[in-house]
């Protein structure tokens, strides 16, 4: 299972930015997907996670009306839209799947795929 993400960047307090996450390698298409992020010295905190339906999904209180999660499954393509963005929303982002349980996990070691991460900086 290889997951690759791409968006991102730099952007000044209170813009817009987007990350997708493009899943390969597995077939099925109900499976948790997430998307975590972490600063350098501090662990790696979930931000957001999607089961197979956009009904299905979980947020982060610090994130809750700014950030959307998002999948097509058609694509197995994950997406996660940053609104408001905030100097502590600062961090490298990654995508996870969760392809062994039935439910989404709030926990990090429970998704053993990951994304190469992708730098946030909010300035």
């Known amino acids: 299972v290889q997951l690759v993400e791409s968006g991102g960047g730099s952007v000044q307090a209170g813009g817009s930015l987007n990350f997708s996450c493009e899943v390969s390698?597995?077939?099925?298409?109900?499976?948790?997907m997430g998307w975590f992020r972490q600063v350098p010295g501090e662990e790696r905190e979930a931000v957001a996670a999607i089961y197979t339906a956009a009904s299905d999904s979980y947020y982060a209180d610090f994130v809750k009306g700014r950030f959307t999660i998002s999948r097509d499954n058609a694509k197995n393509t994950l997406f996660l839209d940053m609104n408001n963005l905030e100097p502590e929303d600062t961090a490298m982002y990654y995508c996870a799947a969760d392809t062994v349980r039935w439910t989404c996990s709030w926990f990090k070691t429970d998704y053993p795929h990951w994304g190469q991460g992708t730098q946030v900086t909010v300035s």
């Open positions: 390698g597995y077939p099925h298409r109900s499976y948790c």
